[in-house]
Antibody
């Protein structure tokens, strides 16, 4: 059974760089699938951030493209998200997920809350 | 970018009711649409993919349909456990986008 688990800093200050990691259990991130990050600000809906194909090709939300990077660490079977220059608007519950071609976001982590506050 | 317009934002219904939620895409998405159920404190759960395919393990009272660029999630015989927020999402091309969500109150 595939499982994903996010980890992150919890509390951050404005202008810092957010680093999140998603550990994958039960599947190899080198397989032919897509790995994604999605967030949900408090009281708001879901927002897609980025997707990475196993080949290394990456796709980003236009609104975040200038600040975000998604990457893989195959030796640890995990993938990561970096978001630079965070502000209070980046406060959200961050989810990692696996997208299967033709299906959608089939597997999700439980989410990790990131709060940006001075 | 493709926009997904979801309605209503909230709906109240009773146990046993039939409810429908609609998503309209701003252009063709070739049926590449998924529906998710999201409960507070839990990860979203995939219900329907490719507009009308039921995900394994999801109760058969959930169904999806499409007509052109309009997509519908139907819950027949609403159950107490169905209280949640529901989102549509297209994955036709990038950027992927979600609908605004529909909160179902029972």
């Amino acid at each position: 059974q595939l499982q994903l688990q996010e980890s992150g800093p919890g509390l951050m200050k404005p202008s810092e760089t957010l680093s999140l990691t998603c550990a994958v259990f039960g599947a190899s991130i080198s397989s032919s699938d897509y790995w994604a990050w999605i967030r949900q600000p408090p009281g708001m809906g879901l927002e897609w951030i980025a997707t990475m194909y196993s080949s290394g090709r990456t796709y980003y939300s236009p609104s975040l493209r200038s600040r975000v990077t998604i990457s893989a660490d195959t030796s640890r079977n995990q993938f990561s998200l970096k978001l630079t220059s965070v502000t209070a608007a980046d406060t959200a519950l961050y989810y990692c997920a696996k997208h299967e071609y033709g299906v959608g976001l089939r597997y999700w982590g439980p989410g990790t809350l990131v709060t940006v506050s001075s | 970018d493709i926009q997904m317009t979801q309605s209503p934002s909230t709906l109240s219904a009773s146990v046993g009711d039939r409810v429908t939620i609609t998503c309209r895409a701003s252009q063709s998405i070739n049926s590449w649409l998924a529906w998710y159920q999201h409960k507070p404190g839990r990860a979203p759960n995939l219900l329907i993919y490719k507009a009308s395919s039921l995900e394994s393990g999801v109760p058969s009272r959930f169904s999806g349909s499409e007509s052109g660029t309009e997509f519908t999630l139907t819950i027949t015989s609403l159950q107490p456990d169905d209280s949640a927020t529901y989102y549509c999402q297209h994955y036709n091309n990038y950027p992927w986008t979600f609908g605004q969500g529909t909160k179902v109150e029972i």
